[in-house]
């Protein structure tokens, strides 16, 4: 059968979806980029938060709404919004075909009438790129923060063994890919549950070992409290592991920190980006933040504030607090204003932009490794990222001037001409 899979949500869920394309071109399915082309459409949903549930429904409804006009004969749903809803969903949706909780892979396969195979193969979905490709080294989460709905969607933590992943590297590479990015709920833990031990820095280690030397390895997901002095020079050290550090800090006053259960302390925090910036200067710092916590006050506010004034990360994402159903947080007391949650958004937020553009200075002149994505011949323009940029969340270099031979997955040598916050423009060195 032809079929058409939507991946929705996180990278984590690409791979999901990856793997579950791996499943069915296994049992004898062809996947089409197109839904105009496709006899059955899978969409491989997001709950964890509501406008995710809410782009999940829409996605369903236009799925069931191709069905209604004779141009699918199926439609199945799976993933995290089955997880956290299945039981209203399957009553408030009768027509939907099948449904499956994300990795139940095997019932999709038999909804759709095969033998499930139940090994885990990937197999890149036509809209994943060929040049950049995650690699979930670990699922679900034990950390608990209390706004978090991940570990009653996903459950407790679950590390992939080291040899899995380095053997999904491998075919990755072999498919294309040079660039690796490590994706989990929380990169620290990786192997507290399988090994009994951080085993992180040995993932790293065997990776940088098995890899051909120019593949790039990116870390993103890591949570603050696990954050050590070995690791960062380890980070630091490598040389295919990129100077790129994506720690969540998600705020910086002591009281807002307990309250969401985050288990580190202002100075902690703060003690790992000094460090980290004193072994490397370069070090692309990212992170992300919450405003509008319950119980938040302008003074708790005023401290993250000052913690990212002072920090001046590379980059930073930042989202005002939802109530999510089923969460701690949900019934905390001192719920704050849309209002206000909005003020302070963009408060922050135009402070970053100062200290982004900062940052971004600092490279002009410089020259820089560029992963090329795009290319333009008509104008001789391509746009491509440096270790500065992690894709899909950070900006993007733009070269002019390229050279005939230039082509996506190339890494190119490029001179920084030009800083703006989020991209910068460069020229390829010929
Ligand atoms: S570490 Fe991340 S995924 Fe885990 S509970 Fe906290 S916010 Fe959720």
Redesign the pocket.
Known sequence: MKIYCLSLGCAKNKVDSECLAGELERAGHSLVSDVEFAEAGIVNTCGFIQPASEESIAAILDLEQLRNEGKLKIVGVVGCLVNRYSEDLIREMPSVDFWAKSEDWASVIRSLGGIPENSRYRTPLPSSSKFTRYLKINEG?S???T??T??SIRGELRSLPIDTLISEADQLVKEGAVELCLVG??LTVYGTDLYGKDSLIELIDKLENSLPKDIWIRLL?L?PSRINLKLLERVASGTQVLPYLDI?IQHADPDILYAMNRGILPEELSSIFTTARSINKDFALRTTCMVGFPGEKKQHFDKLLDFVSKTRFDRMGAFTFFPEEGTEAEKMKGQVTETVKKKRLNKLMALQEEISMERQELFVGRVMDVLIERVDREVFFAEGRSFREAPEVDGLIEIRNISEKIKEGDMVKVKITEAMPHDMVGEELK
């Open positions: 989460c950390n608990k923060c706004y978090c991940i570990p709920q929380d997901y949570h969540p």
